[in-house]
């Protein structure tokens, strides 16, 4: 292992760091991939709920189940991905083939997704398990390369920084397109006529389950597109130091034998299950009871598994990445701050749609709320590489993270006709919270060089799943936490296509769900980033130490 001290970087000029500068070409083209992504993730953020409880049919608390429920999967699903990413070995590198490979499926999904079958309650509710499950699957097949590929396109951090600047922007170009479009096309797919509601003349969308659907054929058809775009424009520079490899029998045996693998799994499917009963006291006692039954069964897999690969002695690469990545504490804090800082984001999207519709009385503000946001974000976004030279990843994050929460908790004073006000605590919020994304991402791929500085290994696959991984729980937390708000604060559901009166009850609940709620999750967060121990010293130290190794095995 290497030392954990390792000699600062001279002075001179003869440092064996070599500067990987990357053009704006391949810096664009990678970003539009998450442009790509946007596409789909927005949508989820902002219309999924809506489109489960108003469109397809689903009850609030039914739609809030649901987004825990498939997180289950995800549990296995993205660390197997990131797993197998690491160890995959073509001519065009280890993660920009998946672009390649999985753009079509992500797309069909998408569209089967927000599809509106011709079945009863039952059925719908099947489908929409089947299909959000595929969806996220094939997200995970293709986002978590295209996540890590950032982490191995340049070995010079401020030029990652930058990589993410360009990602992030484009991401929110997606966001925009996203958020502008999709209920004019709607309308557009689905048609209109004009009636008198409430004593006003609107234009009423005739078929919003054919207009949702063929809005995200057109949506995935883009994103196939943008995704070929960033394969045939980035390039995969920065190896591990050294190529470590072990067999499928060593890995399987790690994973069947493991008690700390498999207690993290138990802990962590209990912890959805109560999260998707809404913790219930109905139901705890029954989780707890299957918690117990699989630790036994956990113990009994152990025991006949260490017996049957007695024989393999080699050890498990496997292993090594997941105990390097469960000793990284920087990555860990990243863990619990994404988890936390999606929560509140996704509470506040997906009660966006609403807020506007019910609270304020007139939806199509929505559109100008969002895309105004967007395009201070991305003003915001524009001054990350100055703010980060000056003020480092670290204090920069939690002094943003805290500034959003202030402004998002200042919705709670605001009234429904003062739609200006609303629109200029957006504008600051995003532009505030603008690098925060950028930086991210960045500070994820510093912790698999940090992980890489301290190990001699590099599982930038691994590291990247697992922070995918809270992503996707963030967001799933937060969407879930969004119907059962809704649930709780008694909403009433379209009948028959007819929108119905809330009550004051639920008027108030969607203002909580706009602002206090919301700023709790981004307090939160920022306190996590407290114990983040990857400063900007450590940051050049880190990046120093690894090229001088590579330069001396070269």
């Not at 130091?241 to 802990?267: M, N, P, V, Y």
């Amino acid at each position: 292992m290497a030392s954990s001290e390792p000699g600062a970087p001279p002075a001179n000029d003869s440092s064996p760091t070599t500067t990987q500068k990357l053009g704006v070409v391949e810096k664009v083209g990678y970003g539009l991939g998450d442009t790509a992504s946007n596409l789909f993730w927005k949508t989820f953020e902002f219309f999924l709920v809506y489109f489960y409880t108003d469109v397809f049919g689903l009850t609030a608390k039914s739609a809030g189940t649901l987004m825990l429920v498939t997180r289950i999967w995800d549990a296995i699903n993205d660390p197997l991905v990131g797993y197998v990413a690491d160890r995959t070995r073509t001519t065009w590198g280890r993660f920009r083939p998946y672009l390649i490979w999985m753009s079509i499926p992500f797309a069909i999904t998408g569209m089967l997704t927000f599809y509106t079958p011709d079945l009863g309650p039952t059925g719908k509710l099947i489908y929409a398990y089947i299909t959000y499950t595929l969806v996220m699957m094939a997200y995970t097949a293709i986002n978590i390369p295209y996540g890590a590929l950032m982490g191995v396109i340049s070995s010079d951090s401020i030029e990652r920084t930058s990589v993410s600047t360009y990602r992030f922007i484009a991401a929110f170009c997606g966001g925009i397109v996203v958020q502008y479009c999709t209920l004019d096309l709607v309308a557009f797919f689905g048609g209109t006529e004009s009636r008198i509601v409430d004593g006003v003349a609107q234009d009423v969308v005739l078929n919003e389950q054919r207009g949702f659907f063929l809005t995200m054929v057109v949506f995935s058809i883009a994103a196939v597109v943008l995704f070929f775009i960033t394969f045939a424009t980035t390039k995969e520079r920065v190896q591990p130091i050294s190529e470590e490899g072990s067999t499928f029998r060593a890995d399987l045996k790690f994973i069947l034998t493991s008690l700390r693998l498999h207690q993290i799994l138990l802990g962590g499917l209990a912890l959805l299950a109560c999260l998707a009963t809404a913790f219930s006291v109905e139901t705890l006692i029954p989780i707890v009871i299957g918690y117990v039954v699989l630790s036994i069964v956990s113990l009994i897999v152990r025991a006949v598994a260490r017996r049957r690969f007695s024989q393999t002695t080699e050890t498990s690469t496997f292993e090594l990445d997941f105990n390097d990545l469960l000793s990284n504490r920087p990555w860990m804090v990243l863990f619990v701050f994404g988890l936390l800082q999606l929560s509140g984001l996704f509470i506040r999207g997906g009660a966006i749609l609403y807020y506007f519709k019910y609270y304020c009385g007139d939806a199509s503000i929505a559109p100008t709320f969002w895309v105004s946001g967007s395009f201070a974000a991305i003003a915001g976004m524009l001054l990350t590489k100055p703010l980060t030279r000056i003020f480092g990843k670290k204090v920069l994050m939690i002094g943003m993270n805290a500034g959003v929460a202030l402004l998002t908790a200042a919705f709670v004073f605001l009234e429904p006709d003062q739609i200006n006000m609303m629109i200029a605590l957006q504008v600051a919020a995003s532009f505030v919270g603008g690098p925060i994304p950028v930086l991210l991402w960045a500070m994820y791929a510093d912790t698999a060089d940090y992980s890489e500085w301290r190990s001699s290994r590099r599982a930038t696959g691994l590291v990247f799943a697992a922070a995918t991984f809270s992503q996707k729980m963030g967001c799933a937390v937060g969407a879930a936490m969004t119907g059962f708000a809704l649930d709780f604060y008694q909403y009433a559901q379209p009948l028959d296509g007819v929108d119905q009166i809330q009550s004051d009850t639920t008027l108030q609940g969607l203002r909580m769900m706009m602002s206090l709620i919301p700023a709790a999750f981004l307090l939160l967060s920022a306190g996590c980033l407290f114990f983040y121990n990857i400063d900007k010293r450590l940051t050049e130290q880190i990046e120093f130490d690894l090229q001088a190794r590579k330069s001396t095995d070269a």
